[in-house]
């Protein structure tokens, strides 16, 4: 018993300040990892990938032949197949780690464009609140650090000011361009009447319709963010990061736009906490 206690303490004295942070990177990543599939349907299918993992490993110990042949051979292959599987999750995920130094910067030599983000902000409510009472369907998708040319390129590039009579008048039951969705880039409507993926979310309601399907699906492969308006309720929608809220009026939504276009220090973000859950509530919970 002497001999394990002075084999542990030869061990621990031999731990460095390098090791404690090289295990520190590695828990984040596996948190980061885990915490990504669990909000994905891939979660599933990578539940899968450990049972047959550990599977395995027990076939390993009993010495199973033949199950532990197939079994690394289905490895040795079935990675590559796993590759092909998760790329659109791979995708998302190397994009928001591209994207996040992106935003950071932006926060702070942006910082004097705050005023413009402010009334895009203003018209884009103002136009939700219109067309909500209307019940005039409406899906607006506001371009951050992703860009979104492949998706603008479906539809028609317009580069006009932005104004919430110009967001009502595209929108408008029978005007061309209605049925698709308008691109929002640098504060200017950018362009209309785009197509969107689709989300393949097997949890999402019935009741939501081909517009909200859409908005998730540029979500889960973007920092977009999106608002919605429903064109049988009327109830304004917004997706950021594949998280589906609702219930805004106009206060509601501005604080929320508010809150993540503009730095958290803004009087916007501090409305917010004034107003925040008032008419929201949550469908998709990442946690």
């Keep these: 018993m002497k001999k394990i206690l002075l084999s542990y303490l030869d061990i621990i004295k031999s731990i460095s300040f390098k090791d404690f942070i090289d295990i520190a990177i590695v828990a984040i990543l596996l948190y980061v990892a885990i915490n990504f599939l669990r909000e994905r349907r891939a979660g599933k299918l990578a539940a899968g990938v450990g049972i047959l993992l550990l599977f395995n490993l027990v076939c390993s110990f009993f010495n199973l032949t033949a199950v532990t042949f197939l079994l690394e051979y289905f490895f040795q292959f079935g990675f590559i197949v796993l590759f092909i599987i998760f790329q659109p999750e791979l995708r998302s995920a190397?994009?928001?780690?591209?994207?996040?130094?992106?935003?950071?910067?932006?926060?702070?030599?942006?910082?004097?464009?705050?005023?413009?983000?402010?009334?895009?902000?203003?018209?884009?409510?103002?136009?939700?609140?219109?067309?909500?009472?209307?019940?005039?369907?409406?899906?607006?998708?506001?371009?951050?650090?992703?860009?979104?040319?492949?998706?603008?390129?479906?539809?028609?590039?317009?580069?006009?000011?932005?104004?919430?009579?110009?967001?009502?008048?595209?929108?408008?039951?029978?005007?061309?361009?209605?049925?698709?969705?308008?691109?929002?880039?640098?504060?200017?409507?950018?362009?209309?009447?785009?197509?969107?993926?689709?989300?393949?979310?097997?949890?999402?309601?019935?009741?939501?319709?081909?517009?909200?399907?859409?908005?998730?699906?540029?979500?889960?492969?973007?920092?977009?963010?999106?608002?919605?308006?429903?064109?049988?309720?009327?109830?304004?929608?917004?997706?950021?990061?594949?998280?589906?809220?609702?219930?805004?009026d106009y206060s509601s939504l501005k604080n929320k736009l508010g809150s993540v276009l503009i730095n958290p220090d803004s009087i916007i973000e501090s409305e917010a906490k004034k107003t925040s859950g008032r008419g929201i509530f949550n469908i998709f919970k990442k946690k």
């Design 94 to 248: 190397l994009e928001k780690v591209g994207g996040e130094p992106i935003k950071g910067f932006k926060s702070f030599t942006d910082s004097k464009n705050q005023q413009k983000i402010t009334e895009s902000v203003k018209e884009i409510c103002t136009a939700a609140i219109e067309m909500s009472s209307e019940k005039t369907g409406a899906l607006i998708v506001i371009e951050r650090s992703t860009k979104l040319g492949e998706y603008i390129k479906s539809g028609t590039v317009l580069d006009a000011e932005l104004s919430d009579f110009a967001i009502r008048n595209i929108f408008f039951k029978g005007a061309p361009l209605h049925d698709g969705a308008v691109v929002i880039r640098d504060g200017r409507l950018y362009a209309a009447g785009c197509f969107l993926p689709l989300s393949q979310r097997e949890d999402i309601l019935r009741d939501l319709g081909t517009r909200h399907r859409a908005a998730l699906g540029i979500s889960e492969i973007s920092d977009a963010i999106v608002v919605v308006v429903s064109e049988e309720t009327g109830t304004i929608s917004t997706v950021i990061d594949g998280d589906l809220q609702r219930g805004y």
